[in-house]
């Protein structure tokens, strides 16, 4: 075979018949259901006012304070860091608050 007809196995993605074997061994049957279940109990996590609540603490608690180590960032970053932490609290807020009826907590 000259160079010109050889099958080009650079471009062509061979799996692994180890990589294969541990897959089909080490994966449950049931995976796909196992799967459903996790994402929708995840989404039923978060259609939770307190979950909401959770994350803009969470995002309150991100805010750059005097007193923390910044490293390198200038006082412009650290401005945008703290807009943006902020602005994502507030959405989180408002997100709870669309899930106990619209009230302000």
Known sequence: MTATTMPRTSAMVVPDPLVARWFHSNTPPNWVE?????VLADAMTSATASYWLRRARAFEDARPRPGDFTGRATAAELAELDRRCRETAEACRSQAALWV?????
Do not use: K, T, V
């Open 34 to 38: 196992d799967f459903g279940r996790r």
């Open 101 to 105: 009826g619209g009230e302000d907590r």
